[in-house]
């Protein structure tokens, strides 16, 4: 009876064994044969141990080729972006054959025109190619290279040629020609900051806003802005409610006639203060504000009459110098009391220390804050933006529960910040005031970017981000500077500026210092200062297919060519820039080296399974010969350790790929742990940006798909020809 | 006077010479001529060393002769068709089983079919015919059983539906009841004779066993590298 139990359970389990085999088509005999030696199983230990540690080697290489490469791929992803962002896909820049042309110098000797040189837009919009008048201007300098003239003996026009060229050019989905300019200025900024934001120590609550004044000066490359580079947008840095706050702040200003050693803050006049206050609550509607960090005195006309707040007090000679009503757990730092606040029916003011029993009456000068950070929802009073005459004169309705209890009425805008608005920089038609910031225009369904320009304030300016990490803010006033040479001597030009955007660089060198500002202000300061050597002009010829530059570039070579200007215009790819070719070389180079290592790490890793199949061989010595007994053939033989090879290959790689999906998944959380241990950021923000690409490069997965499958297709043949050659006589016969 | 089913050879050997060359060369077989027919069991006995096995497994294709002629079914075994004989017409029975232990029974029995790319998923012919096999060696409730905890008799039971598997034309022996006790090869002998009768099949035993020797149609003994036929009485 017993042993039929035993049976039954046996067959049971033996059954539940042939559930797991895998039932292949007939065509797959020798797969199948391979998946059933790899199947680790007791008897064979040391086999499933090596096969175990060879596929593990195999995924942790992959694991590491695909998360480096995935990362370095997104990177330079990244920063080709931004670099198109800024400039172009193609650029086509006039080479020294151009400048020494007699078309170029000729301008700066002809009454034509004006005796300054021109920049390529200018040279596009002359009339006339050659202004020389031999009657009226001096005559040709004996050094200058002979005019270049076409057969029927009118000037060889670079420029309109080049135009002209590149508008031939076909099949170039969404090819768009535009010239750049680069020139030089000196930057000013006035950043008027209120003076409760700016110092705790300062905190003159009691008084009106007060406000605190620093500028900053820098030289800077002056970049022309495109408004059709929509590439741009993806460089932008987004609008935050500090720059909100700010732009509504310093509309009390007026920055660009700020002296720089006056103490004294320039004050625009009411009217202009009114028509910004308008212009900006056209554009914004303010949801909510928030108290600055450092507290914020509460309006005594907020408080209901017999009520208790919790409060933290600052006690100076015994007297309470401060109190705060703290929202939650927060702790004031110059508190060093703690006590109750009573309101009484008149609504005045009582405070009871929790160590000193005895009520204290405030006098109604004693500041009562309320703890910093603290947001709540507002709605603007329309009235008082009709009489407003400066930004705190602005009210605000408000709603607040702290400590349970509810606050409703009209507060001023003073000290307070803008925590969410609402505010649009799409516009489907222009606006008839620009915003404070850059804004795009979809008019007839073609977008548009724009840089605003504002009579009150001046021409609006994109700066990089390093401006913003610096404190910059948008809605900052003050001036660009530039020589400008007279008969007589040499003068400051200034042209005011605000802030009206901020950009990420990425990895151009310059970038740092690219200031972005409407054409017609670079024209204005290059011809100002009719050098070459401080400034650059060039076409940035954009179009959609990255990849397809090197084709695009050989095109217009080759119509150029035809045209016969190619001397004097230099064509480059993004990856030719001389300022990040370097940077972008070393990448490639970089992950060029990194996969050969990893082949050679591929090749390591698969060398394990040489070993492992050579001793699978061995132990399976009589069933290959057992197999070969029953008609199959050394090519089947082969082909079983073949597969064996590849099986482990693929699930090494299958494996590795796993777990790189999870790294890039968590790397941010990764990164941070790094960076925890180290103490330091572990990727350099400057390079790599806030965020590391966590995007799997299909690149690297094709990559690692094939190195694995060939080299563990090439590991598995010295095994799989060693079992082929076996006879099975000779094994047979001594078993 | 024969059945009827005894009229085609199934394999000739004529002049088969094998020399081995290492360490030292022997001569094992000098000229060995052979005619199996079909439905016809053949005994080869001789003494140990005299290279019995080596001849069953030249007439197995798997191993070569230095010189001589194979032909099983009218044709010439070359290099080229001998793995393919080896599967359609061919099966092996050895002394000691030689079950691939990673397999069930069933599988085992079934790998023959396998390596000849037929269909062997549960529907099939292939399996609808082990299953028949295993039941006809007394195995049916073992299908799924692994090999190894199989006893030595039921090992070659295993063995011998295996070896008829593929339907093949000659099964040869290698001593298949040498590693058995006596009363279980008695019913290995039954059974294998039985199978080869009712099927039609040529067996090639080489044995030392006279019972089983004596249970064939012919018997040869191998000696000084010929064979020589005996009659059965004799033994």
């Known amino acids: ?735 | 006077m024969p059945p009827s089913y005894l009229s085609s050879v199934v394999l000739r050997a004529t002049q088969l010479i094998k020399t081995f060359y290492s360490p030292v060369k022997v001569p094992i077989l000098r000229g060995v001529d052979l005619q199996v027919m079909k439905g016809e069991s053949v005994a080869i006995m001789g003494r140990s060393g005299e290279g019995k096995s080596t001849l069953l497994q030249i007439l197995g294709t798997l191993e070569k002769p230095c010189s001589g002629k194979l032909e099983i079914l009218d044709k010439e075994v070359t290099s080229v068709n001998q793995n393919a004989m080896r599967n359609r017409h061919l099966a092996f029975i050895f002394q000691s089983f030689h079950l691939l232990e990673d397999y069930s029974v069933i599988d085992n029995v079934l790998m023959p079919a396998r390596i000849g790319r037929r269909a062997v998923g549960k529907g099939s012919l292939a399996y609808k015919q082990a299953c028949e096999l295993l039941d006809y060696v007394g195995l049916s409730k073992r299908f799924h059983f692994d090999t190894k905890r199989l006893s030595g008799g039921e090992k070659q039971r295993v063995a011998i539906a295996r070896a008829l598997c593929n339907d093949p034309d000659i099964i040869l022996g290698d001593e298949p009841s040498g590693n058995l006790d006596k009363q279980t090869s008695l019913i290995i002998h039954d059974l294998l004779l039985e199978f080869v009768k009712e099927r039609g099949k040529a067996l090639i035993v080489v044995t030392h066993d006279h019972t089983l020797a004596n249970l064939c149609d012919k018997q040869y003994m191998l000696q000084n590298g010929h064979l020589v036929s005996i009659p059965s009485m004799s033994i």
């Open chain 1, 1 to 735: 009876m017993s042993r039929v139990r035993l049976t039954h359970s046996c067959e049971v389990q033996c059954a539940s064994f042939s559930f797991i085999s895998i039932e292949l088509g007939p065509n797959m005999f020798e797969l199948s044969v391979a998946l059933k030696y790899l199947l680790p199983r007791w008897r064979q230990l040391s086999v499933s141990i090596i096969s175990l540690i060879s596929i593990l080697v195999i995924s942790l290489v992959v694991w590491l080729i695909v998360v480096f490469l995935s990362v370095t791929h997104g990177l330079e992803k990244i920063w080709t972006q931004k670099l198109i962002a800024l400039t172009a896909p193609i650029r086509i820049t006039p080479t020294e054959n151009y400048y020494r042309s007699y078309y170029y110098l000729v301008d700066g000797i002809s009454a034509g025109s004006d005796f300054t040189h021109k920049t390529i837009r200018e040279k596009l919009q002359a009339e006339a190619s050659d202004p020389y008048n031999p009657e009226e201007d001096e005559e040709i300098p004996a050094l200058w290279l002979s005019a270049d003239r076409n057969q029927d003996g009118s000037l060889n026009d670079p420029v309109k040629k080049a135009y002209m060229a590149l508008e031939n050019i076909h099949r170039v989905p969404g090819l768009r020609v535009k010239d750049y300019e680069l020139t030089a200025g000196n930057l000013q900024l006035h950043l008027i900051r209120n003076a409760a934001q700016v110092n705790p120590q300062i905190v003159s609550l009691n008084k009106a806003t007060e406000h605190v004044h620093s500028s900053l000066t820098q030289v800077a490359w002056l970049g022309s802005f495109d408004p059709h580079q929509l590439n741009l947008m993806q460089a932008l840095l987004p609008i935050d409610a500090k720059d909100l706050t700010n732009v509504l702040e310093v509309s009390d200003f007026d920055p660009k006639n700020q002296g720089e050693q006056s103490d004294e803050l320039a004050l625009a006049d009411a009217q202009t203060v009114q028509s910004r206050l308008r212009s900006f609550f056209d554009k914004v509607a303010i949801r909510s504000l928030k108290t600055p960090s450092n507290g914020w005195l509460m309006p005594r006309h907020l408080f209901s009459a017999n009520q208790t707040y919790a409060v933290q007090v600052e006690m100076v000679n015994g007297k309470p110098a401060h109190l705060w009503i703290t929202a939650g757990s927060s702790k004031m730092p110059a508190a060093n009391a703690q006590g109750t606040l009573r309101i009484d029916e008149n609504t005045n003011a009582h405070l009871k220390l929790d160590k000193d029993p005895a009520e204290i009456r405030l006098s109604p000068s004693t500041p009562i804050l309320l703890s910093g950070d603290i947001t709540f929802p507002a709605q603007l009073m329309a009235s008082s933006l009709e009489k407003a005459a400066k930004s705190s004169d602005l009210l605000f309705e408000i709603e607040l529960i702290v400590q349970g209890k509810t606050w409703k009425g009209s507060v001023p805008f003073q000290n307070l910040k803008i925590d969410e608005a609402d505010f649009s920089s799409v516009y489907s038609t222009p606006p008839t005031v620009s915003p404070d910031w850059l804004f795009a225009t979809t008019e007839q369904k073609k977008k548009t970017l724009n840089l605003p320009s504002i009579p009150s304030k001046g021409e609006g300016v994109l700066l990089p981000k390093s401006f913003k990490e610096a404190g910059v803010l948008i809605g900052d006033g003050g001036h660009l500077s530039y020589m400008s040479p007279t008969a007589s001597s040499v003068q400051e030009q200034l042209i005011p500026i605000f802030v009206a955007g901020f950009y990420d660089p990425g990895i151009i060198p310059i970038g740092g210092k690219l200031i972005l500002i409407n054409q017609e202000t670079t024209s204005l300061i290059r011809s100002a200062q009719n050098e070459q050597v401080l400034s650059s002009n060039g076409i940035n010829v954009n179009f959609k297919k990255l990849h397809e530059a090197p084709q695009v570039k050989a095109a217009i070579q080759k119509t150029f060519e035809e045209a016969g200007i190619a001397p004097y215009w230099k064509i480059e790819t993004f990856r030719e820039f001389e300022f990040t070719r370097d940077l972008i070389q070393q990448l490639g180079t970089e992950r060029t080296l990194w996969s050969l290592i990893a082949t050679v790490i591929i090749i390591v890793a698969c060398s394990n399974i040489i070993s492992m199949l050579i001793i699978l061989v061995n132990d399976k010595k009589v069933e290959i010969g057992i197999l070969r007994s029953m008609g199959a053939s050394s090519w089947s033989i082969a082909s079983i350790f073949g597969f064996c090879g590849v099986v482990m290959g693929i699930t090494g790689s299958l494996l590795g790929v796993a777990i790189a999906w999870v790294t890039l998944h968590y790397l941010q959380t990764l990164v941070n742990l790094i960076s925890q241990f180290q103490g330091y950021e572990a990727f350099n923000p400057v390079f790599f940006g806030n965020s590391l690409p966590n995007q799997m490069s299909m690149e690297a997965l094709l990559f690692v798909f094939i190195t694995t499958i060939v080299i563990s297709l090439l590991a598995g043949i010295v095994p799989a020809v060693k079992a082929s050659m076996l006879r099975p006589s000779a094994i047979l016969r001594s078993e």
